[in-house]
């Protein structure tokens, strides 16, 4: 296995054609107003036209997710209406000899990545972190707002006081709060709100993921959750298939099956349901 620390200018570590296992970790946050695109279109295009003639296993993490400032209007990050990485995360799902993917640390992934017809011959193993903001602009939940307090703290903080200058070439003038700048990316004020699925939104992805399993023929367990921990749970959205004979990790899970192999696990808001 090789395991890289991914920056833009290492993309060509992915372009590798003799790789059979590859872990990828990028761990920057990637900031909404400015970099976010740019990466996501540089994997995409790496992702769709490296040949990977050998790979079996691929893992990639990176520092992505939702605003928390659920007021936050998302970028539109497409180009020509079209997501250049989940053009790549679908060509990397129907790999021939591809047999486990995971996509943590939330993804923000359009239903163009899992649309059928999928052909994924060999695909056993799928664990994927969808973030809740979509690739044109908009929130998988919705929810009411009126009335909704901010969180103050996050305001007039030390980290936000102007730093001393004791150097000739420093000029009080380049400094740019902190606090501005995460008011532009969403990270302030903190305002969660989004606990319902926006149906126009909402379904079509969803509906697009469960169809795409009889894609995956060899299919063994698959994971999809929405959200991360934004919400103090393991997901405000959890999906969970075990194929026949698969055995469940997680004591929650295991007992909710209550020996039905098979069965698809959605826990959502906590709650597990069948």
Known sequence: MRQVEIFPQT????????????????????????????????LGAALTDTPFPKLVEFEIITDSGDPSNELFQPPDMTVDGEDALSVGVRRLLQLETLEKLHLGSRWILTSAAFDAPLNCPRLKDVHVDLCVT????????????????????????????????????????DFYPVV??????????????????????????????????????????????????????IAPLDIRYLAPGEVETDESIEKLQQGK??????????????
């Open 11 to 42: 993309f060509e570590i992915i372009n590798h054609d003799s790789l059979f296992s590859i872990k990828v970790t990028y761990d920057r946050r990637l900031a909404w107003q400015s970099d976010l695109k740019a990466f996501r279109n540089a």
């Open 134 to 173: 979509t690739v044109d602009g908009k929130w998988l939940y919705t929810g009411d707002f009126d009335n909704l307090p901010v969180n103050e703290e996050y305001y007039g903080s030390e980290e936000d006081t102007e730093p001393e200058f004791d150097s000739g070439d420093s000029d009080p003038s």
């Open 261 to 274: 192999p098979g069965a698809a696990a959605l826990v959502s808001d906590g709650i597990p349901r069948l």
């Open 180 to 233: 501005h700048t995460r008011e532009a990316e969403g990270d302030i004020p903190e305002l969660a709100f989004r606990v319902t699925p926006d149906n126009p939104v909402f379904v079509p992805l969803i509906s697009t993921i469960a169809k795409a399993v009889p894609g995956m023929p060899e299919l063994r367990r698959m994971r999809v959750m929405l959200g991360g921990s934004v919400r103090g749970t």
